[in-house]
């Protein structure tokens, strides 16, 4: 077994017509992450956890946000291929756990279907967990987001 821990953090972005996307689900009402890619704290902390466990670096080694290819991308296909990157090199994942920190806006009605969207990218359960900061730090100030992540893998075939 490999266990592998991820943490990502992104600030909101000053472009209103940003759409805030964490865990591959889209919450409305809110204002959108800056970032490079669809800016999804959440998807990017779990794959990092992937990349870690299996050793294999990190998702900026894999998806440079210098690459154009990653512009807006869609962060559950990046954690989808950290999948099948781990995969070839002999492991698969056993479950997933994160803790996203946000003060504003309100998680707890999107956690179950963040978790869905995740167990269906990673193939393994997912749990997710929203807490706030309690007004700590800039994560507390409502600035950004800021999600943790670990993750086990097995042999691939293997039981252990
Ligand atoms: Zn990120």
Redesign the pocket.
């Known amino acids: 077994m490999r266990v592998g821990q991820g943490f ?1 953090v ?1 600030p909101f972005a000053r472009d209103q017509m940003r759409r805030l996307v964490l865990g591959g689900v889209e919450i409305t009402g809110a204002p959108g992450l800056a ?1 490079h ?1 669809d ?1 999804d ?1 959440v998807a ?1 902390a779990l794959t990092d956890a992937v990349l870690g466990a299996a050793a294999l670096g990190d ?1 900026g080694t894999h998806f440079p946000d210098s690459d154009p290819a990653f512009a807006g991308a869609d962060s559950l296909r990046l954690l989808e291929t950290a999948v099948e990157l781990a995969r070839a090199a002999g492991w698969e994942p056993v479950n997933g756990d994160l803790t996203v920190v946000a003060e504003a806006p309100r998680l707890t009605p999107f956690v179950a279907a963040m978790a869905e969207a995740l167990t269906n990218a990673l193939g393994a359960p997912v749990s997710v967990k929203a807490t706030r900061a309690e007004g700590l730090g800039s994560i507390g100030r409502a600035e950004g987001i800021a999600c943790l992540a670990v993750v086990l893998l097995r042999p691939l075939g293997g039981a252990s």
Do not use: N
Request: hydrophobic fraction near 40%.
């Open positions: 990502d992104h970032g890619s800016a704290v990017h998702i």
